[in-house]
Each structure stands twice: as structure tokens, then as C-alpha cells.
């Protein structure tokens, strides 16, 4: 019975869990705040107490939607609120302008020349003196802005004027008609299998990706053989 118990709890927070995933919003780690982090934490821990728990798995349910609706909540009020956002979310920390390394503000973030360079290089910057701006993010991240003459040069330095592309579209995925990107992309299943004909394909089946651009400009790629 114990064991009943323990799959059933399991079961429960699961879905507890994902409720309240959808509800907070997908982030990923990297975009996560300080106070996201310890709430994930701390909601992750209830729901394996939830799903051991079996005297009173109430209670640990209870504290499970209470931390979840009051993450809710604040990501609310951090979205309405300057205030809010300060205070949960924190500011922004400058760390190098203009060529100057600001003390106070690595004092601030916590962090060493030894992080900050090696965040740099992480970014495509070995060389600091390309650096015009060092910003550190909310979320623990460092924006560069790197100077204008080190910068990579844009077709608008060139005078320019290139064709703004668009997002393709995936008409068939794993052997499978994407009716939706179709019915978006102005086109029908007869049109695509006589495309497919003319590429030797009888069958949507052995298409493992077809995308649309643009264009019309129909990309095919062939199931795996071997597979």
C-alpha cells in the first residue's frame, strides 16, 4: 500500500508541478532571477516531499500551489512594478565603460578580474580593449558592447539595402504533414506530393524534414536509409 501511495503522490506532484510551470512561464537557466532560482528550488524540494510524504501529503500539496501562486503573483507585480522588479528582480550592474573598469561595480556583482575575463572570452572577447560597455544582466549574465571600430561590419555600414528573409516553414516533419504550417503557407497536400514526385519521392513518408521559405522555395530531406 506504501508503495501505491508513493506512485499516486508522484503522480500528483507531476502534474502539480507542471501546472504551476505553465503558470510561471518558461525561462530557461540562464534567464532565471535570483528569486526564480530559490523559488524553483524550493518548489522542487516540496514536491519530493510531496510524493514521499505519506501521513499528511496534503500539507506538502498545500505549500506546493501556495509557493507557486505566490511566484505567480510577484511575476505579476514585477511586470506592473518598477518597484517590484527592483526589488525582486534586481538592477543591472555596470562594469566597464568607456574603456574604464568600474571596482565598485565588480564589488557589487561579487565578482573577480579572473570571472570577468573569462566571461569575456566566453563572449569572442580576448582582447578587453575591444570592449566599450560591460554590463552585468539581472540574470547573472554579462552583455558586451564592443567598440565601433571592433565591431563586425553591417550592410548598412556598406550601404546596403538586402531582402528581408523570414522564418520557413515545416511542411513535413519525421514522414508527417504539418496541416497547420501548410494551411499558413498557402499550400495544399496535392501541391506538395506533385513537388515530391518531381524529386523522385512517392511518399510523405520517406521525407524525414520539408521546409517552405519565403520564396517557395520548396527543401527536401530524405529519410535516412540505413534507418
Given at each position: ?7 499516486l ?14 503558470l ?18 524550493t ?22 500551489i501556495?509557493?507557486g501562486?505566490?511566484a505567480v ?14 526589488i525582486?528582480a ?6 566597464m ?24 572570452r ?6 578587453i ?22 565591431r ?43 513537388q ?11 521525407v ?20
Open positions: 500500500m506504501d508503495i501505491l501511495k508513493i506512485l503522490t508522484t503522480v500528483i506532484s507531476i502534474f502539480i508541478l507542471f501546472a504551476l510551470t505553465k510561471m512561464g518558461n525561462k530557461q537557466l540562464s534567464q532565471l532571477s535570483l528569486f526564480d532560482y530559490v523559488v524553483g528550488i518548489i522542487g524540494s516540496i514536491a519530493a516531499e510531496l510524493a514521499t510524504e505519506l501521513d499528511t501529503p496534503i500539507n506538502s500539496g498545500t505549500a506546493l501556495a509557493y501562486l505566490i503573483l510577484i511575476s505579476f507585480l514585477t511586470n506592473k512594478s518598477i518597484v517590484c522588479r527592483r525582486f534586481g538592477r543591472p550592474i555596470l562594469l565603460d568607456a574603456g574604464k573598469l568600474f571596482k565598485k561595480g565588480f564589488k557589487k556583482a561579487r565578482l573577480d578580474l579572473h570571472e570577468f575575463l573569462a566571461m569575456a566566453v563572449s569572442g572577447y580576448y582582447n580593449n575591444t570592449v566599450e560597455t560591460a554590463i552585468m544582466e539581472t540574470n547573472g549574465n554579462i552583455s558586451f558592447l564592443p567598440k565601433s571600430v571592433s563586425p561590419v553591417t550592410t548598412q555600414d556598406m550601404a546596403m539595402n538586402p531582402t528581408q528573409e523570414h522564418m520557413q516553414r515545416n511542411l513535413i516533419m519525421d514522414g508527417r504533414l504539418m496541416e497547420e504550417n501548410m494551411k499558413a503557407a498557402g499550400v495544399t497536400a496535392r501541391w506538395l506530393c506533385t515530391l514526385k518531381g524529386l523522385g519521392i512517392r511518399s510523405f513518408r520517406q524525414f524534414l520539408a521546409t517552405l521559405d519565403y520564396n517557395n522555395l520548396l527543401t527536401v530531406y530524405r529519410m535516412d536509409a540505413s534507418e
